[in-house]
């Protein structure tokens, strides 16, 4: 282990935790001057002041010592309801984003994954975006399958937002020409898919030529995901002109998504007047459909991460072993994987493995 503590290792453990350098000094039982120093690389801990840090972070010490981690700059991130989300929930959101990063190259290095396909279409309309995307993927006009599935089989990394994050819906950002979308894995089944598509909206709407935060741009996304889940042509073609409540569930079962947002998609394509889509909004609300989605859909689960978690189980590679690599505990790999896999990963002794075999994803649905 080197003998150098690794600032950016420190200020990232740190963020990731919630902490402002202040509170972690009085957490850890070190003055605020010398965690500057340690932040900034001017001092030196004494091993005890690492475990201190270490034991207040949740983080073996080994992680502090490993190589140097380059920052994933706010801008990059597109962050939904910025301006309801505190620096310090950015901070933590954007941290776990980077750690997941570390998941995705311990991956990469071992699998062959799909490379990255997914267009970028910052001057279309986004309602021409989604169309655009769905021709490229070869989806036709029918309900997608599986959302997770579609864009890992394009490419896109998937995580989850760790718990601590709940207030950030999800996000996305490009990483080395990789795309990333880390998803909040507590909404139900329906909002996940929206999430992943409107994600998928701001990594083909924005680029570095458009911003990825505002107002304007979630709308964009969130116009995107409905077009890109609805397409025009085919849900103008199942006659639901002035749908009643029985048809609009029937036709948001259909296309696995929201009864609100079915609503709202109906009004967008002017099959609902005003009133019309008021008195529908009011009845689904009665029913409970404005906070939830009764009898809804499983949430979707991650084929990619799954696929590899057996793999490497396959041939050994227990998740306390995954967990090492990284410099991470397992209940810390366990956050960046929750609820897109069956199960949480267990821990096991690290033992040594002969290299897991490469994987290749099979084509979403």
């Given at each position: 282990?080197?003998?150098?503590?690794?600032p950016?290792?420190?200020?990232?453990?740190?963020?990731r935790?919630?902490?402002?350098?202040?509170?972690l000094?009085?957490?850890?039982g070190?003055?605020d001057?010398?965690?500057?120093?340690?932040e900034?690389?001017?001092?030196?801990p004494?091993?005890?002041t690492?475990?201190?840090l270490a034991?207040?972070?949740g983080f073996?010490?080994?992680?502090f010592?490993?190589?140097?981690?380059e920052?994933?700059?706010?801008?990059?991130?597109s962050?939904?309801?910025?301006?309801?989300?505190?620096a310090?929930?950015?901070?933590?959101a954007?941290?776990?984003?980077?750690?997941a990063l570390?998941?995705?190259?311990?991956?990469?290095d071992?699998?062959?994954?799909p490379?990255a396909?997914?267009?970028?279409?910052?001057?279309?309309a986004?309602e021409?975006?989604?169309?655009v995307?769905?021709a490229?993927?070869g989806l036709?006009?029918?309900?997608?399958?599986?959302m997770?599935h579609?864009?890992?089989?394009?490419g896109?990394?998937?995580?989850?937002l760790?718990?601590?994050c709940?207030?950030?819906?999800?996000?996305?950002f490009?990483w080395n020409?990789?795309?990333?979308v880390?998803?909040?894995?507590g909404?139900?089944?329906?909002?996940g898919?929206?999430?992943?598509?409107?994600?998928l909206?701001h990594?083909v709407?924005?680029?570095?030529?458009?911003t990825?935060?505002?107002p304007?741009?979630?709308?964009?996304?969130n116009?995107?995901a409905?077009s890109?889940?609805?397409?025009?042509s085919a849900v103008?073609?199942?006659?639901?002109?002035?749908?009643t409540?029985?048809?609009?569930?029937?036709?948001?079962?259909?296309?696995?998504?929201?009864?609100?947002?079915?609503t709202?998609?109906?009004?967008?394509?002017?099959?609902l007047t005003?009133w019309?889509?008021?008195?529908?909004y009011?009845?689904?609300s009665?029913m409970?459909?404005r906070?939830?989605?009764p009898?809804?859909?499983?949430r979707e689960?991650s084929?990619?991460?799954?696929?590899?978690?057996?793999?490497?189980?396959s041939e050994?590679?227990t998740?306390a072993?995954?967990?090492?690599?990284?410099?991470?505990t397992?209940h810390?790999?366990?956050?960046h994987i929750?609820?897109l896999?069956p199960?949480a990963?267990?821990?096991?002794?690290v033992?040594?493995?002969?290299p897991?075999p490469?994987?290749?994803?099979v084509?979403?649905d």
């Amino acid at each position: 282990m080197p003998v150098t503590l690794t600032p950016s290792r420190l200020v990232l453990a740190r963020q990731r935790r919630g902490f402002s350098r202040v509170a972690l000094a009085r957490a850890a039982g070190v003055s605020d001057k010398s965690l500057q120093g340690y932040e900034n690389g001017t001092q030196q801990p004494l091993p005890e002041t690492v475990q201190a840090l270490a034991d207040t972070l949740g983080f073996p010490p080994a992680f502090f010592f490993s190589s140097d981690v380059e920052d994933i700059p706010t801008e990059a991130i597109s962050f939904r309801a910025l301006s309801k989300v505190t620096a310090s929930q950015r901070n933590a959101a954007r941290s776990a984003g980077r750690i997941a990063l570390m998941l995705s190259d311990w991956i990469n290095d071992r699998f062959s994954l799909p490379t990255a396909d997914v267009p970028h279409l910052p001057t279309l309309a986004p309602e021409a975006a989604a169309e655009v995307v769905r021709a490229r993927w070869g989806l036709g006009q029918g309900p997608i399958g599986n959302m997770i599935h579609l864009l890992e089989s394009h490419g896109v990394r998937v995580f989850s937002l760790v718990g601590e994050c709940e207030a950030v819906d999800a996000f996305s950002f490009a990483w080395n020409k990789t795309p990333v979308v880390v998803l909040n894995t507590g909404k139900n089944g329906e909002r996940g898919r929206f999430d992943a598509a409107h994600e998928l909206g701001h990594l083909v709407l924005h680029t570095e030529h458009r911003t990825s935060q505002g107002p304007d741009s979630e709308q964009e996304a969130n116009s995107f995901a409905a077009s890109f889940l609805m397409p025009r042509s085919a849900v103008l073609s199942q006659s639901l002109y002035n749908a009643t409540l029985d048809r609009v569930l029937a036709a948001k079962k259909y296309w696995r998504v929201a009864a609100m947002a079915m609503t709202h998609r109906l009004r967008e394509l002017d099959l609902l007047t005003e009133w019309g889509s008021r008195t529908l909004y009011v009845n689904l609300s009665r029913m409970g459909y404005r906070s939830m989605e009764p009898k809804g859909i499983p949430r979707e689960i991650s084929q990619l991460l799954a696929k590899v978690v057996r793999a490497a189980r396959s041939e050994g590679t227990t998740p306390a072993h995954i967990a090492s690599d990284l410099h991470i505990t397992v209940h810390e790999l366990n956050t960046h994987i929750f609820g897109l896999v069956p199960i949480a990963l267990e821990g096991g002794a690290v033992t040594s493995a002969a290299p897991p075999p490469r994987l290749r994803l099979v084509g979403g649905d």
